[in-house]
């Protein structure tokens, strides 16, 4: 991976930066470095599928659909390193790509999605020349990018109906433009509902350990000029308790069949927290989240992260050495305390199993 810096401080007053978290060209996947916002603004560039599992795995990049589409565009670049070769070596190489990507987060649902997509076409490409393939693969990669932000917007398009004029939306982590092809899902709901003139405004909590909401949806936010308060996930409950809370809003890494939602840790919290203020709770996702073959969110895999992310962040560290330390990156919401499910079909309330299966036949 290679990569070009922006110091944010260094940014005129005035200038925005475009949050293009993808960016396919003939030089390789370019992707925002996501690691060190808001402190500065560095893409990196990938011209392989290592490159890119790396860039997964590291979290460059993160966010379910956004992974997805990382992959999609990992297998294409593998391929297009590859048209070269010998067929028989041409796939030997293509496996590996495979594997290398699927390995590299478990939970996010949307990276499978997108490489059995890619796998789907690979077979498809079963007469063709290897430099043929390269390019139908690459052509498959942005049909999953351009997709990703059609539904997007469609959610977008969706939930901004359940949001009032001055609605006060709480969120967490980061389901933004960055953590997508484009527009966000719990982002982009919030990007519709200003779009149509709507005056609101968003809490973001922090989402310790790795700061998404501090850190990113933030960064979006001021990108965006849409009123943004940063809080500490410890104050949710104050906040709602008090009445400053209408709504909370977040995106999804895995649903299973059931409705059952596996989003970053603290999720499961708040939405326990909005039950009790009798608030609603929405999920935003694309279908390409809903994973119909897990029964429930019994079944959904907990990534568990290193350590040394709940003890500092950054070159700063605030726990004693010898400490033990648990860092689960997500949890999963009962689809019980989801009021209702926004995806690009439109929005599905208190969402179960007949009602997500209906959501596939729309």
């Known amino acids: 991976m290679t990569g070009t810096d922006r ?4 940014l005129a007053s005035e200038e925005r930066v475009s949050v293009q978290t993808l960016a396919w060209s003939d030089e390789g996947l370019q992707l925002i470095d996501q690691r060190v916002l808001p402190q500065r603004f560095t893409t990196i560039r990938c011209d392989s599928a290592a490159a890119v599992a790396e860039a997964i795995r590291t979290m460059v990049v993160r966010g379910a659909p ?4 990382a992959a999609a565009f990992g297998i294409a ?11 028989a070596a041409f796939l030997s190489a293509l496996e590996a790509a495979f594997a290398v990507l699927a390995a590299s987060r478990p939970t996010a649902v949307n990276l499978f999605w997108a490489l ?4 789907e076409e690979l077979a498809r490409c079963n007469t063709l020349s290897t430099a043929d393939t390269a390019s139908r693969l690459a052509a498959e990669a942005v049909a999953i990018f351009e997709s990703d932000i059609s539904a997007n917007k469609a959610i977008g398009r969706a939930g901004a109906a359940l949001v009032h004029e001055g609605a006060r939306i709480m969120t967490h982590c980061n389901a933004g433009a960055l953590a997508t092809a484009g527009h966000g899902t719990a982002l982009g709901v919030v990007r519709s509902a200003r779009d149509q003139g709507k005056s609101i405004s968003v809490i973001a909590n922090e989402t310790r350990p790795f ?3 501090a850190r990113l949806t933030a960064w979006e936010m001021v990108q965006e000029r849409i009123p943004v308060t940063l809080v500490t996930d410890n104050m949710a409950a104050h906040l709602m308790k008090t009445g400053q809370v209408d709504l909370v809003i977040v995106g999804a890494d895995r649903i299973a069949a059931n409705g059952d939602t596996a989003n970053k840790i603290g999720t499961y919290g708040l939405a326990v927290l909005a039950a ?3 608030l609603p709770f929405y999920v935003a996702a694309p279908l390409s989240t809903i994973d119909r073959g897990t029964p429930d969110g019994n079944g959904i895999p907990i990534e568990e992260r290193h350590g040394d992310e709940v003890t500092g962040y950054g070159a700063m560290r605030w726990a004693p050495q010898g400490v033990a330390t648990r860092n689960p990156a997500f949890d999963v919401t009962p689809a019980a305390l ?7 079909k439109g929005v599905l309330e208190r969402p179960d199993s007949t009602g997500i299966r209906s959501l596939f036949k729309a």
């Not at 059995?116 to 796998?119: Q, S």
């Not at 989801?338 to 690009?344: K, N």
């Open 7 to 10: 110091s944010i401080e260094n």
């Open 66 to 69: 956004a992974i997805g589409c």
């Open 77 to 87: 670049l593998e391929a297009r390193r590859q048209r070269a070769q010998s067929p």
């Open 116 to 119: 059995e997509r890619m796998r």
């Open 211 to 213: 700061l998404q909401g």
């Open 276 to 278: 009790h203020h009798r």
């Open 338 to 344: 989801v009021t209702a499910l926004i995806t690009e």
